[in-house]
């Protein structure tokens, strides 16, 4: 079993986690795959009321135009949002068939958009991406990971390791809507408070430096300080 990594560690990810898992080694995928028409339909009648307030993703510097990469969390890093999960009954059911779940959300990736490669979070965990409205094939709308590209489908899971490096794009003229979801790997399972807190206070400080961008400047040490500061500060609430 390989080490946790986090990517605040300042390193890049260099372990031997595969790109892609199969989506059939998980019950609850098949379950989704088998209900995609009810799970569609109920995200679909969400959207019309509600897709208005899908939020521009925190991390802007990602993407390749402003604004352009939306999302709706139900739960974020351990924090379920009770009103919003069952505001959509499909989507619930899901995930409560979901061992390890983490975090799940509804995405939106407008036309002519790039998300940037970069790595993600942590190896601890499991990308899931289910597709919804997928409104083109490679080349034209994508993701790549570690190098190996693959396209999403209606109906079906794309899932892979967002530690290692990888981008995503559309570059077609209507919108790209898929339910991603993260699953704890089972091996750091028994770390899951652990590991998403210290997500959590990452995230943190990736929007202070936003806000303020002369903390990014300052050095590693002191960030982690920060860093854990603000864990402490999210572990009081």
């Given at each position: 079993?390989?080490?946790?990594?986090?990517s605040y560690s300042g390193q890049k990810y260099g372990g031997g986690l595969?790109?892609?898992?199969?989506?059939?080694?998980?019950?609850?995928?098949?379950?989704?795959?088998?209900?995609?028409?009810?799970?569609?339909?109920?995200?679909?009648?969400?959207?019309?009321?509600?897709?208005?307030?899908?939020?521009?993703?925190?991390?802007?510097?990602?993407?390749?135009?402003?604004?352009?990469?939306?999302?709706?969390?139900?739960?974020?890093?351990?924090?379920?949002?009770?009103?919003?999960?069952?505001?959509?009954?499909?989507?619930?059911?899901?995930?409560?068939?979901?061992?390890?779940?983490?975090?799940?959300?509804?995405?939106?990736?407008?036309?002519?958009?790039?998300?940037?490669?970069?790595?993600?979070?942590?190896?601890?965990?499991?990308?899931?991406?289910?597709?919804?409205?997928?409104?083109?094939?490679?080349?034209?709308?994508?993701?790549e990971v570690n190098g190996k590209q693959r396209a999403w489908e209606e109906?079906?899971?794309?899932?892979?390791?967002?530690?290692?490096?990888?981008?995503?794009?559309?570059?077609?003229?209507?919108?790209?809507?898929?339910?991603?979801?993260?699953?704890?790997?089972?091996?750091?399972?028994?770390?899951?408070?652990?590991?998403c807190a210290n997500v959590l206070s990452m995230h943190a400080l990736q929007?202070?430096?936003?806000?303020?961008?002369?903390?990014?400047?300052?050095?590693?040490?002191?960030?982690?300080?920060?860093?854990?500061?603000?864990?402490?500060?999210?572990?009081?609430?």
């Amino acid at each position: 079993m390989e080490s946790i990594w986090y990517s605040y560690s300042g390193q890049k990810y260099g372990g031997g986690l595969p790109a892609y898992t199969d989506p059939h080694e998980f019950a609850w995928a098949v379950w989704a795959e088998e209900n995609f028409a009810r799970i569609r339909s109920d995200v679909e009648n969400w959207l019309n009321a509600h897709g208005h307030t899908l939020k521009p993703y925190f991390y802007g510097t990602l993407v390749s135009r402003p604004d352009a990469w939306k999302v709706e969390p139900f739960y974020n890093w351990g924090r379920r949002n009770e009103a919003l999960c069952k505001s959509i009954p499909a989507l619930d059911e899901l995930f409560g068939r979901i061992p390890g779940l983490t975090s799940a959300a509804i995405s939106k990736l407008e036309p002519g958009t790039d998300i940037h490669a970069h790595y993600g979070d942590t190896n601890a965990i499991v990308r899931c991406h289910f597709g919804l409205q997928i409104p083109g094939e490679l080349p034209d709308c994508g993701l790549e990971v570690n190098g190996k590209q693959r396209a999403w489908e209606e109906g079906r899971w794309l899932m892979f390791c967002d530690a290692h490096l990888h981008r995503a794009w559309n570059r077609t003229p209507h919108a790209r809507y898929v339910l991603i979801v993260d699953v704890m790997r089972p091996e750091f399972e028994k770390s899951k408070a652990e590991i998403c807190a210290n997500v959590l206070s990452m995230h943190a400080l990736q929007a202070l430096e936003q806000k303020y961008p002369v903390v990014k400047k300052l050095p590693g040490k002191l960030r982690g300080i920060i860093r854990r500061m603000l864990k402490r500060k999210s572990a009081a609430r």
